[in-house]
């Protein structure tokens, strides 16, 4: 009699597991090979834009119609407007003559994009995620100090805690290469740690105000859309 109560549960619980893998099927779906992987936020942008328009203009950014979210965003930042009456507006005529559809304050949401995911990247001593960012000698020489701090034991904990603002110094060309710097003021925690794990340059308790200067290029006889970090300074 014991035996068949316990094939009656065996068979109760049988249908207990079938009813939730069907369940889980109809919530989460089947796996088919096609799921989506994990986009490289520059790139990302950069698909929506040109499924939205044939023109594959470069900078990495966020689409044009989502004007509330833009709007929200740029009321939380000071960046200061990059229109066409300041005194960059001759610089910018020069480079829409290369690239008509250049956009300063577009090209300033992809800046801000490239700052985080480049000081991440740097941090983390992910060279790979590096090497479509910056230009070859960048390239270069980030990839020398996180060989140098791996070498050495070090660890480098670099948090980005906000950006304050993003505004461009400075737009110029160089034969049909363009330029653009962009000045940020950014929140950061900076702190060295050695093999022992003991701080040895920098404060990983302490918020400080970091300005810093990249320079963005891209060549526009290439047929990448990409912009590249070719340079970086930072004022002490």
């Known amino acids: 009699m014991g035996e068949n109560f ?10 207990v597991a079938a009813f939730l893998v069907l369940r889980l099927r109809s919530v989460l779906g089947r796996r088919d090979g096609h799921e989506n992987k994990f986009d490289d936020p520059f790139k990302k942008q950069q698909k929506e834009q040109s499924q939205e328009s044939p023109d594959e203009n ?3 950014l966020p689409d044009r119609r989502d004007k509330a979210s833009r709007a929200d965003a740029e009321k939380a930042t000071e960046d200061k407007p990059a229109d066409d009456d300041g005194p960059l507006a001759e610089d910018y005529k020069k480079i829409r003559a290369l690239d008509p559809s250049f956009d300063p304050k577009e090209f300033l949401s992809g800046a801000r994009i490239a700052f985080e995911v480049i000081l991440g990247a740097y941090s983390s001593g992910d060279a790979g995620a590096l090497k479509p960012l910056l230009n070859p000698e960048v390239l270069a020489n980030f990839t020398k100090a996180i060989r140098d701090r791996e070498q ?4 480098l904990e670099d948090t980005l805690v906000g950006i304050l603002s993003a505004e461009i110094n400075e737009a110029f060309v160089e034969s049909r290469t363009v330029n653009v710097t962009v000045k940020f003021v950014s929140q950061q925690i900076n702190s060295t740690r050695d093999e ?21 290029a891209r060549d526009t006889k290439s047929r990448d859309p990409n912009w590249s970090l070719v340079a970086t300074s930072s004022l002490e």
């Open 6 to 15: 316990q094939f009656i549960d065996i068979i109760f619980f049988a249908m």
């Open 152 to 155: 050495a034991g070090e660890t």
């Open 196 to 216: 022992n794990g003991d701080v040895i340059d920098g404060n990983p308790n302490a918020v400080i105000d970091v300005t810093d200067f990249w320079t963005f």
């Open 58 to 60: 470069v900078v990495p």
